[in-house]
């Protein structure tokens, strides 16, 4: 069997050698007695890099999202996040089930959305109505298909949440994917969020980490929810230099991931009845959708792991590719034929049966 060709998700990156070097290397102490030189190296650095004023290492970014929210909710207040958000979809009710906040969700396929969207969903100040609190977004918007928000509208967002009293919350798993994208400094899209963080697990190449920054005031707070959840460590610093790795050897090369994730589409893109996301690969994700083609996603995908190449089914006619550090050109073509003759194959018998 060929190695396994993953584009399910940007996660199924390895710690490269050098990185194992860094962490082999690593100046350690206890990090939950604040003495942990190398993990207090990637929370300076990672606050200047998202022009916040402190940061916070935390072992996942789901929970850097949940402490976001635990510090800036009471029970009962509302959050307003895309519908397809990771936040409200994919961390077990995290909201719900420790800050009690919920959300309000807003309807979109691309995971972006307006001010005049939130606006209009923001709340009455009411003795019976939730309390508009927090509004969410992805930088890039995951279930999305990576697409990038805007400065323009980030500094529209933050606007409107100063009016009414809210914080702007940046789900920033993959900002520097922007960041490359768009040529901007990662601060210019952070800067203006009141919370902020980066995962240090996908497309940068990390075993384990995300660092959630913003004010001191706020990582006061978040370092107390920390230790409260369990996520207050020891000798971080070995997972810290891995962050520290990555900063500098894997961000530019995101601009690589980008562009095997154009030549994936490019390579779909003429196979009739298959449609890609709409505007098609604007950073490391793609989602195809299969419904023209009549070929159930399940099929295409158990076909495809015959092959050595992994999608993440999405639903019954959608398929989602990331592209990473572990990914190479040979990789996506590989993957791109693979998929257009699978296609040709099951659209004969779409249930997958062997043709006799
Ligand atoms: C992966 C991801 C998360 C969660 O990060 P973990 O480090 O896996 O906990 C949150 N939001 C988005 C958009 C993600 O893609």
Not at 233 to 258: K, P, T
Request: glycine letters at 10%; a neutral charge; hydrophobic letters at 50%.
């Amino acid at each position: 069997m060929p190695r396994l060709i993953d584009l399910a998700a940007d996660t199924a990156t390895r710690p490269s050698k050098g990185m194992r070097q860094a962490i082999a290397a690593a100046p350690v102490g206890d990090e939950q007695r604040g003495e942990d030189p190398t993990t207090l190296a990637l929370e300076a650095r990672v606050a200047g890099l998202l022009g916040q004023e402190k940061a916070l290492f935390l072992p996942s970014g789901t929970m850097a999202n949940q402490i976001a929210f635990l510090v800036h909710c009471r029970a009962g207040d509302e959050i307003v996040c895309a519908e397809n958000a990771h936040v409200f979809g994919s961390e077990g009710a995290g909201a719900a089930a420790l800050s009690g906040a919920q959300f309000r969700p807003i309807e979109t396929a691309t995971g972006l959305f307006s001010v005049e969207d939130v606006a209009r969903r923001l709340r009455a100040p009411r003795h019976r109505s939730p309390r508009s609190r927090v509004i969410a977004i992805e930088q890039t918007t995951n279930r999305g298909g990576g697409r990038i928000w805007p400065e323009a509208d980030i500094l529209a967002l933050k606007a409107l949440a100063q009016e009414k009293g809210l914080a702007l919350h940046m789900d920033g798993a993959r900002l520097l994917n922007a960041a490359v994208a768009t040529g901007l400094a990662a601060a210019r899209f952070a800067a203006p969020c009141d919370s902020v963080w980066i995962d240090l697990s996908k497309g940068l190449g990390c075993p384990v980490g995300a660092v959630l920054a913003g004010p001191e005031a706020f990582i006061e707070e978040a370092l107390v929810w920390k230790h409260r959840l369990g996520g207050a460590m020891r000798q971080s610093g070995i997972l810290a230099a891995a962050g520290l790795y990555a900063l500098d050897h894997n961000v530019a090369r995101l601009a690589e991931d980008h562009a095997n994730a154009r030549r994936l589409a490019a390579l779909l893109g003429a196979v009739p009845g298959l449609a890609l996301q709409p505007g098609g690969a604007v950073t490391n994700i793609l989602f195809l959708d299969l419904s023209g083609t009549g070929v159930p996603a399940r099929a295409l995908a158990e076909a495809l792991l015959g092959e050595a190449v992994r999608v993440n089914v999405e639903g019954e006619s959608r398929i989602r590719m990331v592209t990473h550090l572990d990914i190479s050109a040979g990789d996506v073509e590989a993957a791109g034929r693979a998929i257009v003759a699978a296609l040709a194959r099951l659209r004969a018998d779409p249930q997958g049966h062997a043709v006799p």
